[in-house]
Structure formats: C-alpha cells, structure tokens
C-alpha cells in the first residue's frame, strides 16, 4: 500500500477515492474519523488520506488528481440576469436550466 495525499476533509477524500476506483485503481480513504482528535493532536495529523493498494498506481493517480483540481469553472448568464458559477446547471434564483449551448 502507497499513501498518495491528504485531503482536505473527508467529503473531498471520498470523492478522490471514488474517481480514482472508477479509473480501475483500487484506492481507500484512511483516517476519516481521526478529525474528534484535532486540538489533541496536530492539525495536520488529523487529515484524512489517500492510499492505493498497487504502488505501480501512483503517477497515474496523481495526475488524476491533479485534472480534477485544474478543471476550469464555469460561469453563465441566466435569462433573468443572474449569474451562475460553478457546476451548477440551474439558476439558484430562478430554477431555470443551463442552456445547452
């Protein structure tokens, strides 16, 4: 087993663990309940991690992660005026879709 990086927090570690599953590599989410101890133990000791069970994983894991946290985000003009960022595909407020095109 390989510790490839820690994530943020374990909703972020899940979603980095399923996509690299979803890529044929068998990946796992480590210390995901260790954040009841932060004050009694280093901030940073208390993140969750990543680990790949194949070593030979390791580059290609990391460059996936590393285009999921490059991707762009994008912004459109709703028809009421609204602007809406991110990857949501419907206005917050008008519930309107994201056009297609």
């Known amino acids: 087993m ?13 979603l980095w663990a399923d996509l ?9 989410v480590q210390r995901q309940y260790l954040g009841a101890a932060a004050g009694h133990l280093p901030p940073d000791q208390c993140l969750p991690e990543i680990w790949l069970d194949h070593e030979e994983h390791a580059t290609r894991a990391r460059t996936l992660l ?29 519930g309107a879709l994201m056009p297609r095109d």
């Open 2 to 14: 390989l510790r490839l990086t820690q994530a943020p927090n374990i909703a972020i570690a899940t």
């Open 20 to 28: 690299l599953c979803e890529a044929g590599m068998t990946a796992s």
């Open 66 to 94: 590393q285009e999921l946290q490059a991707l762009p985000q994008r912004h459109w003009a709703c028809r009421c005026g609204e602007i809406v960022e991110g990857g949501f595909e419907q206005c917050w407020q008008c």
